[in-house]
């Protein structure tokens, strides 16, 4: 009985270390897929910008959706029941499925890692022909301790999902399972196995996301894009009456980005400015006569993202 105690703990101590550089090594590996810092490439006022929104509504006009307010004063829409929806495997929580509740795609599927999101924009380009339409669900980075966002979506297994470009990946074995925008999607649209409508949209909901990640997604796709630089929760939680309860679920498609815990948290005067950090970010392609991007507008949106 004497050598169990010692035992005991020895083994213990072993398990702390394992965890311990575990966490060690996870924390290295991670620092390549963060910007340096929040808000990297975000312009620094809120504004809508009148071609990024001429390209909205465009692409309303040309799919048949029309807008309406309900009772609430909610913005709804009706005619935007296509496109795709991604849920990464995994990520079932009750916010998410309230937004697939309101069907406003044909189409929805699960994905786990970088090769399986581009396997599912190739099933859907077979089935449909084209791509309008992507809202994607997913869980985000963690905002703490750290001063960047992330350079991609994270797969299920951490590191293994979809980043922007090569130079945005994480380092040696976390690379494993991972694609970029800038070459693996690339490469399927170059080979006609992924095709993007010629007005499309592209609705990413997942925390701290890299504004760099929107504007390559619309260089590489053609398609206006928008992300949350920030902690990415839905506009209404509350269940305290009725009224409130109704616009969680037909308000799912209100979300907004914001500071959080940063200590980026804006001063009285920052907001009177309209400067506003941890916000939503779009990114709207500029197109030549044969539908190449010639340049990408950016805007910094605001805490308040409403998705078609």
Same mark, same amino acid.
């Given at each position: 009985?004497?050598?169990?105690?010692?035992?005991?703990?020895?083994?213990?101590?072993?398990?702390?270390?394992?965890?311990?550089?575990?966490?060690?090594?996870?924390?290295?590996?991670?620092?390549?897929?963060?910007?340096? *810092?929040?808000?990297?490439?975000?312009?620094?006022?809120?504004?809508?910008?009148?071609?990024?929104?001429?390209?909205?509504?465009?692409?309303?006009?040309?799919?048949?959706?029309?807008?309406?307010?309900?009772?609430?004063?909610?913005?709804?829409?009706?005619?935007?029941?296509?496109?795709?929806?991604?849920?990464?495997?995994?990520?079932?929580?009750?916010?998410?499925?309230?937004?697939?509740?309101?069907?406003?795609?044909?189409?929805?599927?699960?994905?786990?890692?970088?090769?399986?999101?581009?396997?599912?924009?190739?099933? *859907?380009?077979?089935? *449909?022909?084209?791509?309008?339409?992507?809202?994607?669900?997913?869980?985000?980075?963690?905002?703490?301790?750290?001063?960047?966002?992330?350079?991609?979506?994270?797969?299920?297994?951490?590191?293994?999902?979809? *980043?922007?470009?090569?130079?945005?990946?994480?380092?040696?074995?976390?690379?494993?399972?991972?694609?970029?925008?800038?070459?693996?999607?690339?490469?399927?649209?170059?080979?006609?196995?992924?095709?993007?409508?010629?007005?499309?949209?592209?609705?990413?909901?997942?925390?701290?996301?890299?504004?760099?990640?929107?504007?390559?997604?619309?260089?590489?796709?053609?398609?206006?894009?928008?992300?949350?630089?920030?902690?990415?929760?839905?506009?209404?939680?509350?269940?305290?009456?009725?009224?409130?309860?109704?616009?969680?679920?037909?308000?799912?498609?209100?979300?907004?980005?914001?500071?959080?815990?940063?200590?980026?948290?804006?001063?009285?005067?920052?907001?009177?400015?309209?400067?506003?950090?941890?916000?939503?970010?779009?990114?709207?392609?500029?197109?030549?006569?044969?539908?190449?991007?010639?340049?990408?507008?950016?805007?910094?949106?605001?805490?308040?993202?409403?998705?078609?």
């Amino acid at each position: 009985m004497k050598g169990i105690l010692p035992l005991s703990l020895a083994i213990l101590f072993t398990l702390q270390a394992e965890a311990s550089l575990f966490d060690r090594i996870r924390a290295r590996l991670s620092e390549d897929i963060y910007t340096s *810092y929040h808000g990297e490439g975000l312009p620094l006022y809120v504004g809508k910008k009148p071609q990024a929104e001429k390209y909205r509504s465009d692409f309303m006009k040309k799919n048949g959706i029309t807008q309406r307010k309900d009772d609430l004063g909610l913005i709804q829409f009706d005619g935007n029941d296509f496109g795709m929806t991604l849920i990464k495997d995994g990520n079932d929580d009750q916010a998410f499925l309230n937004i697939l509740g309101k069907r406003n795609h044909d189409q929805s599927y699960e994905w786990r890692n970088g090769p399986q999101f581009i396997k599912v924009l190739r099933r *859907y380009t077979r089935d *449909y022909g084209c791509i309008g339409k992507i809202t994607s669900l997913s869980h985000g980075w963690a905002s703490g301790g750290r001063p960047g966002e992330g350079s991609g979506l994270s797969g299920d297994r951490g590191f293994n999902g979809l *980043y922007a470009t090569g130079g945005d990946l994480p380092r040696s074995l976390a690379r494993a399972g991972a694609r970029t925008l800038e070459v693996s999607l690339r490469e399927e649209i170059e080979e006609g196995n992924i095709k993007f409508c010629n007005l499309c949209v592209a609705q990413f909901y997942s925390c701290n996301i890299s504004a760099k990640f929107a504007k390559t997604f619309t260089e590489v796709s053609g398609c206006q894009a928008a992300v949350a630089t920030g902690q990415n929760s839905p506009q209404f939680q509350s269940f305290e009456t009725e009224e409130e309860t109704r616009k969680v679920y037909e308000g799912a498609h209100y979300w907004k980005s914001a500071a959080g815990i940063w200590a980026e948290r804006h001063s009285p005067e920052d907001r009177a400015a309209g400067r506003r950090k941890a916000s939503w970010y779009r990114s709207t392609p500029v197109k030549g006569a044969n539908g190449q991007v010639l340049s990408v507008i950016e805007e910094n949106l605001g805490e308040t993202y409403i998705s078609l």
